[in-house]
């Protein structure tokens, strides 16, 4: 009777054991299966995470191109406007007689190897309105605008420079042969009173200004009595001289080494042509340059063409470091 009771004893507790062995493993598969899930729903979770992120990136940077074609499109209406208006006229107003066939070459320089990236600065001249100054910094690359005196045509140019923290004034000068001359041109035949005079009113208007370029100019700075001139005013004002080199002739080199200053010039001109395709040949050129010498100086105008491919070629700047012109020297 004794041995009958201790085998329905070992038998439940074989049977407490089964019970307990198999609600273990119940728990231990519905534990699995939540850390499965969990995991599962983790990765679906990263997936949706990473794909929404994805999608915030790509509406931030269609909306970055949608602001910077806006701003284009200001631009080309600015340009239409002018066209109808027969005021309009190409990058190549700048050279010498305006030809087409002769861009002056750039100046001679030696070849430099460098350790870092080369630089390379892009002035962007004929800045005056305020569209303009929307498309360029638009763009977010650090570009250097040139803003045109005030003149009765564009009243608020140096109302707008006031507002950045950086620009160069783009002052006209005579031309060998340009009927659309702007107002208060510098020519060749002012004495040092009058060009003094003009250097005062020019740091009156842009208090900040640390650098000018010529607009046109192939005639004054031709010429080596005029550029002694300007050279003397603008040392009043610690002002440095950089050459759009719109003539070949230049004297800047010799009037500025009198001086004990360093000559610093325009070494492509971006849109001497219209067509975007021929502004990026001009970019890929500049930088090229940049690599030969270890710094490049680019010239372009707030066209709808020359930003556009500005903005297209911000891969190609990797190249190199874009930089405002005082990283120049």
């Known amino acids: 009777m004794a041995k009958k009771k201790k085998q329905t004893k070992a038998k439940n507790s074989s049977k407490v054991l089964t019970y307990i062995a198999w609600t273990l493993a119940i728990i231990a598969l519905i534990l699995s299966s939540l850390l499965i899930g969990y995991y599962i729903g983790y990765d679906n979770a990263k997936a949706d995470s990473q794909k929404y992120i994805q999608k915030e990136k790509k509406k931030v940077t269609i909306k970055k191109t949608e602001d910077v074609q806006s701003r284009l499109k200001e631009v080309l209406k600015k340009e239409t406007k002018k066209k109808k208006s027969k005021v309009y006229v190409s990058a190549a107003h700048e050279i010498d007689g305006g030809s087409l066939a002769h861009v002056p070459k750039m100046a001679k320089r030696e070849k430099k190897l460098t350790s870092s990236k080369p630089k390379l600065a892009i002035i962007i001249d004929d800045v005056c309105t305020k569209s303009q100054v929307n498309a360029i910094k638009s763009l977010h690359l650090p570009l250097t605008m040139s803003f045109l005196p005030p003149s009765p045509g564009r009243p608020n140019s140096s109302k707008l420079a006031a507002k950045e923290p950086f620009y160069m ?15 208060h041109t510098l020519r060749i035949h002012d004495s040092q009173k009058a060009i003094s005079a003009r250097i005062d009113e020019i740091k009156r208007l842009f208090p900040k ?38 003539t070949a002739k230049t004297k800047a080199p010799e009037v500025l080494k009198k001086y004990g200053l360093k000559y610093i010039s ?6 001497h042509h219209m067509d975007k395709a021929y502004v990026l040949k001009q970019i890929k050129q500049a930088i090229k340059i940049a690599k030969l010498h270890g710094s490049a100086i680019a010239i372009g105008h707030p066209h709808k063409n020359t930003l556009q491919a500005l903005y297209e070629s911000k891969k190609l700047f990797k190249d190199v470091n874009l930089v405002l012109i005082n990283r120049i020297r």
């Open 209 to 246: 200004v640390r650098y000018i370029n010529n607009h046109t100019g192939s005639m004054f700075t031709a010429n080596e009595v005029a550029m002694n001139r300007l050279i003397f005013a603008l040392q009043k004002h610690n002002i440095h001289f950089i050459d759009s080199r719109t």
């Open 266 to 271: 325009r070494d492509v001109f971006l849109d």
């Open 169 to 183: 004034v783009h002052l006209p000068m005579e031309a060998m042969n340009w009927s659309a001359e702007e107002p």
